[in-house]
């Protein structure tokens, strides 16, 4: 690499329908276009896959935070019950595996789901405070956004507007992003 | 888009685009509050007073204030807490469950009956705390190295895995219902226009931009939180249930308690979802988002749930007289016709027999009806924490020590004033969050835009039927 | 949006030769390998004579006809349940599937005469509560438990609990079928809305009676025991099985080039429902065995002496392997529950398990000789370890597999694959899992 970009240049499709934004990312995807993101009030099913992100691995990682719990409770559990300090309770054997599942089993679920979500926070750079970097202010509401990467597009500018607008964009506009 | 049968109800009536969502949805937090949220936040208020005041008595007395005698040592307390908890399990049902299985009338109802969840637990975990009578060694349960000795806690005991399943289930809960939660805090950030409002809200919303990158890892965490969040419900009502079912009390020592309290958990907390959404319906006017095939599928898992429970009762009694043992059998015989026989058959008809009105499709769909019923529901699943609990300990296994259990006072005021607790959070929750999930909502309006295309799409369906041969829009 | 273009064909199975030669092959086997073990089977038991050992024989030769006629007959009812649940949920991604619970549930039309006929005859042997004498005071077998459970333990009672029952049951799957096939012939809403209230109806009421219908089968056979969780238990069990073996039939019908609107989509979702019901099966194995445990009442826990501390011990860990660890870890990752090879693999396993799960639910009170009550035996009852896995377990399990796969199969011939004219046909050809 020789210099670091600092900056980006988008080429924004703004739509007001869901079905036209998928659409329209199809066709661009196919015509060789680089679509930085689309933005969009919901989860529009299936332009995921359209926009071919890869399925996320938050569930590997939820896998192995269950695993972390349950190795933990079931350690816990052992050393106080077992090898710290025995205690016959019921003349029951003091390594009572069946009374560590309740605790086993929800040491599990809140470590994957405090895991999960902190992994999830952090590969997205969410954190609380921070100042949103959003295409419209429309876009929480009811306007969906493509955005399209020029450069890495090396898109001629008439023909991605064209392409845009004649997918049903009520607007195109330019946009720097800073990176 | 996921194709949707012609046949089945719009979940989103009066014709509503993407802005009207947010606008309606948003009115409450942008305006100031109206005369009716005054007079309920007052009086919730004035109710919470009661519960500090009655709950301060409590500590200050000890448990001497309570009805409590060294037969029955758990009454009240105990049920408002299985109550309190059982409330507190449809949010995460409606939200998790729910989804799970594509039942989407649940997007209009999971933000409240999430938000229900976190305070109906609240106010559980508030009863937990005063019937220890010293809650000031309220963390003794929690596993820390004993300053006094070597001694740790009882992990055999299943109060200690009630203390592990009511704080997952709280902070789980309010994770789900948080991460729910962001799109739409971000919503309101962006409409703003106050410098208090874009802070706070801006704050929360954690920089969320709408990215399809970020949508489809959210999509993931959510199915996955849902996913965990589906067993931890059933676990949680089923380690409730273990506080009893692992003693050797007859009434209490019975295998099907799990199960049982889930049922129950679920159609007590869905008569509480109704007591509110029938009144938010009409006091928010969101009878375009609260329709009635949402009433009518509510009303049937009320039903379903309610008759769940109702042949719990019945194999619970069937077993005791079919186990030929004695005590069972006159634990049960002493429920239905001991002197707390009235408790026993308010608990019968409230849960059992009541829920069989809604085989009516009219009773279903009228709110008149469903909010009678789930007051009725409500009480009914506190008689039946009640009946398990006082009237099996009431007469135990040495007839000299049998005694009565009447509450006093300053237990009824605890109880009626966790209410007021649980309203006082639930009517800031309207003020200040939106009390629908906006961007699920919006998921499944169909996309106004294309309205011509779609009723030719539609009707190219049912063409093409005949044919037998058709094209998915 | 645009979607794959779906063709809805009314496409009919036709049984191949291979399929003849595997259901009436396993059926042949089967005979012979039970033929085969009954006749060796001479047990040697210090301390039993000549006429118990005899009996034992018996014992075990009626035993596994009850494990296998009512293993099969809930899988079929169950597969029944399945349709009725899904349309009173208004479930719309089921319906490219549907004609298989519908044919499985065809069974149910030889499964139930079948189990009643085996009833008959295992009553007086395998029910310890149905011998002769045992209620009647005086006798030396008299046992006052047992006849204090007469009011509802007594033969009349339990052939018209079992006529009435599944009767009632046979006759809804009947409805559900005809309705179903009448669809296809007319369309329209009528059949849907048919369905609905039967369903409805039949949901309801098939909660009640498959309670009693499991103590009366199975729970009743360790006579002097009780657990109220024990129905919803074996509901379990059957429909764990029964949405297992929808599960292998889709594999197989879509392999062979049938089922054109059924995709990996509808494979991924079944293979969920396999996933969250085999944790929900475990819920229910550990909410029994950890309350009976940890109470410790000998009247309870005596079930648990002779299964998880006794001689069946292995077999129960294996069950617990197969019904909850193989599910658990191999259908958590997506591709094992959309690929056929490991679909086939697990859903045996699955199988298997609850297979040895009903066996291990029969065989420790069936295998049990009856002696009159005194100080050495105080329930009248001799223990018997366990006799595993012999030829005779595994040539009756091929007898009924073969049974139930020709019934299945044959009833699949009768309809379209899938029904052509139902309302949410589309929404299950366009179905799509998501994330």
Not at chain 2, 73 to 102: E, P, Y
Not at chain 2, 182 to 187: L, Q
Request: charged share 15%; aromatic share 16%; hydrophobic share 50%.
């Amino acid at each position: 690499m020789a210099t670091k970009e600092t900056s980006k240049q988008l080429i924004l499709g703004v739509y007001d329908n869901p079905d036209k934004v998928y659409s329209t990312t199809k066709k661009l995807i196919k015509g060789g276009y680089k679509i930085e993101d689309v933005y969009s009030p919901f989860a529009i099913h299936g332009l995921d896959r359209v926009m071919g992100i890869k399925r996320s691995r938050l569930s590997i990682a939820a896998f192995l935070f269950a695993m972390t719990g349950l190795s933990l409770a079931v350690t816990f559990q052992v050393y106080v019950s077992y090898i710290d300090w025995q205690m016959n309770i019921g003349g029951k054997p003091s390594l009572h595996i069946p009374t560590y599942i309740p605790i086993t089993f929800e040491l599990s679920i809140l470590f994957t789901a405090f895991g999960m979500v902190t992994c999830f926070f952090i590969v997205n750079k969410l954190f609380w405070g921070k100042n949103a970097d959003i295409m419209d202010p429309r876009v929480t509401d009811d306007l969906f956004i493509i955005a399209v990467d020029v450069k890495a597009s090396k898109a001629d500018m008439g023909a991605l507007n064209q392409k845009l607008i004649d997918g049903g964009a009520i607007e195109v506009r330019e946009r720097i992003k800073e990176l | 888009m996921s194709y949707e049968s012609p046949i089945r109800d719009q979940l989103v009536t009066g014709g509503k685009t993407y802005s009207d969502v947010t606008r309606d949805i948003t009115r409450p937090l942008e305006n100031s509050p109206s005369k009716g949220w005054w007079i309920g936040f007052s009086l919730s208020t004035v109710t919470l007073a009661l519960w500090i005041g009655a709950t301060t008595y409590t500590v200050l007395v000890g448990l001497g204030a309570w009805g409590l005698n060294k037969t029955v040592g758990w009454a009240f307390d105990i049920t408002n807490f299985v109550f309190w908890v059982g409330i507190g399990h449809a949010g995460t049902l409606i939200s998790a469950v729910l989804l799970l299985f594509r039942q989407k009338w649940r997007m209009s109802i999971n933000r409240s009956a999430e938000a229900m969840t976190i305070f109906a637990v609240i106010c559980a975990a508030s009863f937990i705390l005063s019937h220890m009578g010293r809650p000031w060694v309220a963390y003794w349960p929690i596993p820390l190295p004993n300053a006094f000795g070597t001694l740790w806690v009882n992990f055999n005991s299943p109060l200690v895995w009630d203390v592990f399943a009511i704080s997952t289930y709280f902070s789980v809960s309010l994770v789900f219902w948080y991460v729910g939660l962001i799109p739409d805090i971000a919503t309101v950030r962006d409409r703003a226009t106050t410098k208090a409002r874009k802070f706070w809200y801006g704050f929360f919303a954690m920089g969320w931009t709408g990215s399809t990158r970020t949508w489809h890892r959210y999509e993931v965490i959510s199915l996955i939180l849902a996913g965990i969040s589906t067993p931890l419900v059933l676990s949680v009502h089923s380690i409730v249930s273990m506080d009893f079912a692992t003693s050797l009390v007859p009434g209490w020592h019975t295998t099907i308690f799990p199960p049982y309290f889930v049922a129950g958990a679920i159609f007590s907390g869905f008569g509480m979802v109704l007591t509110l959404l029938v009144i938010a319906r009409e006091v928010m006017n969101y009878k375009d988002y609260i329709t009635e095939a949402h009433l009518d599928a509510m009303a049937k898992v009320v039903m379903v749930t309610g008759t769940m429970v109702g042949m719990a009762y019945i194999t619970e009694f069937f077993v005791a007289a079919y186990s030929g043992v004695e005590y069972e059998q006159y634990a049960f015989l002493n429920r239905a016709f001991g002197p707390y026989w009235w408790a026993y058959w308010t608990m019968m008809s409230c849960n059992l027999i009541a829920p069989q009105v809604f085989w009516s499709s009219k009773a279903r769909t009228n709110p008149t009806v469903l909010f009678i019923m789930s007051i009725i529901v409500n009480i009914g699943m506190w008689f039946e924490r009640f009946v398990i609990i006082v009237t099996s300990l009431h007469r135990d296994f040495i007839p000299a020590n049998w005694a009565m259990y009447t509450p006093t006072i300053t237990e009824v005021t605890i109880l009626i004033g966790s209410f007021g607790l649980f309203f006082f959070l639930f009517f800031l929750f309207i003020k200040f969050l939106p009390s629908i999930n906006m961007a699920e909502v919006k998921s499944i309006i169909p996309t106004h835009a294309h309205e011509d295309e779609h009723q030719h799409h539609g009707h190219s369906h049912e063409l093409a039927t005949e044919k037998g041969v058709l094209h998915g829009n | 949006m645009e979607h794959a273009e779906v063709h809805i064909r009314e496409e009919k199975y036709t049984i191949t030769s291979g399929n003849k030669k595997w259901a009436f092959g396993l059926m042949i086997v089967g005979l012979i390998l039970a033929a085969i073990g009954y006749f060796t089977y001479h047990p040697h038991i210090e301390g039993l004579s000549e006429h118990d050992l005899h009996h034992l024989i018996q014992k075990r030769f009626w035993a596994n006809l009850l494990v296998n006629g009512y293993f099969f007959f809930i899988i079929s009812i169950c597969a029944a349940a399945f349709i009725s649940i899904s349309q009173i949920a208004n479930a719309g991604w089921y319906i490219a599937i549907r004609r298989i619970p519908e044919a499985m549930s065809e069974y149910t039309l030889i499964g139930g005469p079948i189990l009643l006929i085996i009833s008959f005859f295992a009553l007086p042997t395998l029910y310890h509560w149905a011998h002769d004498g045992i209620m009647t005071e005086g006798t030396s077998n008299y046992d006052a438990l047992l006849a204090s459970k007469s009011w509802y333990l007594n033969k009349p009672f339990f052939y018209i609990r079992m006529v009435v029952f599944m009767g009632f049951w046979i006759w809804c799957a009947h409805m559900f079928r005809k309705y179903s096939r009448n669809e296809d012939e007319i369309g329209g809403l009528v059949n849907y809305k048919k369905t609905y209230a039967l369903s409805a109806a039949f949901t309801v009421i098939f909660g009640f009676t498959f309670s009693m219908f499991s103590w009366d089968q199975i729970m009743s056979i360790d006579a002097h025991w009780y657990s109220t969780i024990f129905s919803i238990y074996n509901f379990a069990t059957g429909w764990v099985s029964a949405l297992t073996i929808i599960y292998l039939f889709t594999h197989y019908l879509r392999s062979r080039g049938y089922l054109n609107i059924a995709s990996d989509e509808h494979q991924h979702d079944l293979g969920k429902f396999m996933f969250a019901f085999s944790v929900f099966w475990t819920y229910m194995w550990v909410s029994q065995f950890l309350l009976i445990w940890y109470a410790n009442i000998p009247e309870e826990v005596v079930y648990y002496k002779d299964r998880i501390f006794g001689s069946y011990k292995g077999w129960i860990f294996l069950i617990l392997f197969l019904n909850f660890i193989t599910p658990f870890f191999f259908f958590m990752m997506r591709d094992w529950k959309r690929n056929k090879i490991s679909g086939y693999i697990v859903g045996s396993m699955i199988l298997i398990g609850h297979w040895l799960d009903v066996w291990a639910m029969v065989m420790p009170g069936a295998m049990n000789l009856a002696t009159d009550p005194s100080d050495t035996h105080p329930a009248g009852i001799i223990k018997v370890a366990s006799q595993g896995i012999g030829l005779m377990e595994i040539g009756f399990l091929c007898l009924f597999a073969g049974l139930f796969l020709l019934m299945t199969l044959r009833a699949l011939t009768k309809a379209n694959l899938y029904p052509t004219k139902h309302p949410y046909v589309m929404e299950s050809a366009l179905h799509d899992v998501g994330i």
